[in-house]
């Protein structure tokens, strides 16, 4: 069977019979409950009994939310179809539900959120569903809003099953540019069924509390350092460094010459600006030294 990102947009993929259907499986609930709680642990929140506001992006019909509410936490639902947030509303999720494009940014308020999962949902991203759409430019739209709506030092960890190996550069190069430091944290490495990937970020620069977790083995137990070292496909937690790139200044190499600096006068003259007169000494450069 073809992945769901191949036959259709989400929003139209997850349509009114498509949403109950999901919602409806046995299957599915115990699927999505164990990769909430592992994802909720993943972003190891102090055990203090304080609730936290955390975003679940992708929230489809609440069923990674209600995790987050058994836990005590307050949440912000994203989802882009309609028929999977009605479905959560019928079953009374607690959090709110937001009908939004994640791949035109989040629209939060800067430090506001202290953490966020998404479960099965950022690889959407990488798709254009539209001739509007750029996956590359969607991937930096989320990522730049992601960073900047959390709060220092919080994490957000995002399961996703990326097509290949170029979906998952791609993903994590985004989010290293955005600011993010980081890595990849795989469970049950060496199973094609059970292997979930988990990417697990940490907004500002990488320190000893913001180490990842190792990822878990045969019978839930972490894996060991062997296990690590056994090669890419294996790996079960993947670093990476944080690469915000420096703003590029334009640069012109000739110069502004006597017709811009012309120009420009007339232009505060119209504005009503005091503007010394022209002259033959207007925009002539000045010798290093007398």
């Known amino acids: 069977m ?8 989400p929003e139209i993929f997850y349509n009114e019979s498509e949403a109950r259907k999901y919602t409806t499986s046995s299957r599915m609930i115990e699927i999505q409950a164990k990769i909430s709680e592992r994802a909720l642990e993943l972003l190891a929140l102090p055990n203090d009994g304080i609730p936290r506001l955390l975003l679940d992006i992708g929230c489809g019909s609440g069923l990674s939310g209600e995790t987050l509410s058994e836990h005590g936490h307050h949440w912000i639902g994203y989802d882009i179809s309609q028929s999977m947030l009605d479905v959560a509303l019928e079953r009374e999720a607690e959090g709110d539900l937001l009908l939004a494009d994640m791949g035109q940014g ?45 709060a220092r030092g919080a994490r957000a960890v995002l399961q996703l099953y990326a097509e ?19 890595g990849v944290v795989v469970d049950w490495p060496h199973s ?17 509390q913001t180490s990842l977790p190792k990822g878990k083995g045969e019978n839930g137990e972490l894996c060991s350092d062997d296990d690590e070292s056994d090669g890419e496909e ?28 012309l120009k420009k006068k007339e232009q505060m003259r119209r504005k009503g600006h005091a503007v010394p007169p022209d002259t033959k000494y207007t925009a002539r450069k000045r010798k290093a030294h007398f």
Request: hydrophobic share 35%; with cysteine.
């Open 106 to 150: 989040l629209g939060l308020r800067p430090g506001v959120i202290d953490g966020a999962i998404s479960i099965s949902a950022v690889q959407w991203l990488c798709y254009a569903d539209k001739s509007s759409h750029e996956p590359r430019m969607r991937l930096k739209a989320f990522f730049g809003s992601l960073y900047r709506c959390l």
């Open 164 to 182: 290949n190996m170029d979906q998952s550069e791609m993903i994590m190069t985004y989010a290293m540019r955005a600011g993010f430091a980081g």
């Open 2 to 9: 073809p992945r769901p990102e191949l036959q259709a947009p």
């Open 234 to 261: 294996s790996q079960t937690v993947g670093i990476f460094e944080r690469n915000r790139p420096r703003k590029k200044f334009r640069v012109n190499k000739k110069g502004k010459g006597r017709e811009w600096v």
């Open 192 to 208: 094609s069924k059970a292997r979930k990937a988990y990417l697990v970020l940490t907004c500002g620069p990488p320190s000893v």
